[in-house]
T-cell receptor, first 113, second 115 residues
Framework: DAGVTQTPRHEVAEKGQTIILKCEPVSGHNDLFWYRQTKIQGLELLSYFRSKSLMEDGGAFKDRFKAEMLNSSFSTLKIQPTEPKDSAVYLC???????????FGKGTRLTVV | AQKVTQTQTSISVMEKTTVTMDCVYETQDSSYFLFWYKQTASGEIVFLIRQDSYKKENATVGHYSLNFQKPKSSIGLIITATQIEDSAVYFCAMREGNYAQGLTFGLGTRVSVFP
């Protein structure tokens, strides 16, 4: 089985640009997560979907971050407009249920200049 | 709200010895699930082991085992017979069972295994 697939692996954006990160969860999984990872803040939850419904939308990230799940096998994270402080690794993850392990993609490293 | 705290920033151990990492959590839920993950130098995050709150027995998988102390809200990870390739950052995480929330992570403990 394919794991969680994220594209692109690397993204460089200029300040003010709009970027869209993509994710394909493990087939059959019901839960999908978007996380941001930085050295200082660690792994921060941006959005959480269950069966395509948005369940949790990180309060601090509502302003310029928008995650969507168009179907059960594809999700996007849009950052608009980007700022240098958005430079981080963005991770997508999925799980079958609450009590099962969460599988992570390899992440997208975003650099905003 | 759920919270996970890992107080050890880094640990260094000699190969073939045992390393123990601490983790404490906070939750109001009566049902919850605790996980440990490993992040390798390449950035890949890999699931290691899980403990369900209603289970009294400590989980064990390969050379990973847990020390679950529910009254102390503590879930420690023990790695026995460490190998060089166990060098990584280890994250403790929690999900509540009765509320639809995401997985909450601690800040991680960096383990360095030396020959």
């Amino acid at each position: 089985d394919a794991g969680v697939t994220q594209t692109p692996r690397h993204e460089v954006a200029e300040k003010g640009q709009t970027i869209i990160l993509k994710c394909e969860p493990v087939s059959g999984h019901n839960d999908l997560f978007w996380y941001r990872q930085t050295k200082i803040q660690g792994l921060e939850l941006l959005s959480y979907f269950r069966s395509k419904s948005l369940m949790e939308d990180g309060g601090a990230f509502k302003d310029r971050f928008k995650a969507e799940m168009l179907n059960s096998s594809f999700s996007t994270l849009k950052i608009q407009p980007t700022e240098p402080k958005d430079s981080a690794v963005y991770l997508c993850a999925s799980s079958f249920d609450t009590n099962t392990e969460v599988f992570f993609g390899k992440g997208t490293r975003l650099t905003v200049v | 709200a759920q919270k996970v705290t890992q107080t050890q920033t880094s640990i260094s151990v000699m190969e073939k010895t045992t390393v123990t990492m601490d983790c404490v959590y906070e939750t109001q839920d009566s049902s919850y699930f605790l996980f440990w993950y490993k992040q390798t130098a390449s950035g890949e995050i890999v699931f290691l082991i899980r403990q369900d709150s209603y289970k009294k027995e400590n989980a064990t998988v390969g050379h990973y085992s847990l020390n679950f102390q529910k009254p102390k809200s503590s879930i420690g990870l023990i790695i026995t017979a460490t190998q060089i390739e166990d060098s990584a950052v280890y994250f403790c995480a929690m999900r509540e069972g009765n509320y639809a929330q995401g997985l909450t992570f601690g800040l991680g403990t960096r383990v360095s295994v030396f020959p």
